[in-house]
T-cell receptor, first 115, second 110 residues
Framework: DSGVTQTPKHLITATGQRVTLRCSPR?????VYWYQQSLDQGLQFLIQ???????AKGNILERFSAQQFPDLHSELNLSSLELGDSALYFC??????????????FGPGTRLTVL | DAKTTQPNSMESNEEEPVHLPCNHS???????IHWYRQLPSQGPEYVIH???SNVNNRMASLAIAEDRKSSTLILHRATLRDAAVYYC???????????FGQGTELSVKP
């Protein structure tokens, strides 16, 4: 158990819909990362937050947005869903936003299925 | 971000050592070499990282070539629980994100 929690575990929805994925980082971790894992693209970095502020952006679509709240939990919002958005979405957390000992701890993931 | 090259898959026998290679010929002086692994149906987990010197921890050892263009993750005694996809990742000390490649799928035979 990494200490990172993600809800829900599974999500099934239809094209065009909007969903919200939630992540609670490990106690004491200020940085949160979101990754997407699909069969054709592998594990891809989406976005990083540190203490409520966006820190880095990766291959995140404009239909996707995220935020980190004052209690440090984070939400990833996916809208106008397409079949290709079906994937595993992982959240990870770390103490610092960068640096040598910036080990990331991953949650168990949310499996999103878009029908 | 500098790229890494790993074999797609490797096989090992239980209780034998495993050497997982990684090539990173375009590594820069500030890039650290990180290894993560992903067990089936789980999120990735940190294994080990290093800069220039060889590193050991309770999970594995990391051997880094003198020119830093390659490295090897060593599992001293593979167990069935070590069956996973192993990712070799280069990360600048200033960066936080991890850029995953395809990784090496390790299977362990009893």
């Amino acid at each position: 158990d990494s200490g990172v929690t993600q809800t829900p575990k599974h999500l099934i929805t239809a094209t065009g819909q909007r969903v919200t994925l939630r992540c609670s980082p490990r106690s004491g971790d200020l940085s949160v990362y979101w990754y997407q894992q699909s069969l054709d693209q592998g594990l891809q970095f989406l976005i990083q937050y540190y203490n409520g502020e966006e820190r880095a952006k990766g291959n995140i679509l404009e239909r996707f947005s995220a935020q980190q709240f004052p209690d440090l939990h984070s939400e990833l919002n996916l809208s106008s869903l397409e079949l290709g958005d079906s994937a595993l979405y992982f959240c990870a957390s770390s103490v610092a936003p960068r640096g040598t000992y910036n080990e990331q701890f991953f949650g168990p993931g949310t499996r999103l299925t878009v029908l | 971000d500098a790229k890494t090259t790993q074999p797609n898959s490797m096989e090992s026998n239980e209780e034998e050592p495993v050497h997982l290679p990684c090539n990173h010929s375009t590594i820069s002086g500030t890039d650290y070499i990180h290894w993560y692994r992903q067990l089936p149906s789980q999120g990735p987990e940190y294994v080990i990282h290093g800069l220039t010197s060889n590193v050991n921890n309770r999970m594995a050892s990391l051997a880094i070539a003198e020119d830093r263009k390659s490295s090897t993750l060593i599992l001293h005694r593979a167990t069935l629980r070590d069956a996973a996809v192993y990712y070799c990742i280069l990360r600048d000390n200033q960066g936080g994100k991890l850029i995953f490649g395809q990784g090496t799928e390790l299977s362990v035979k009893p």
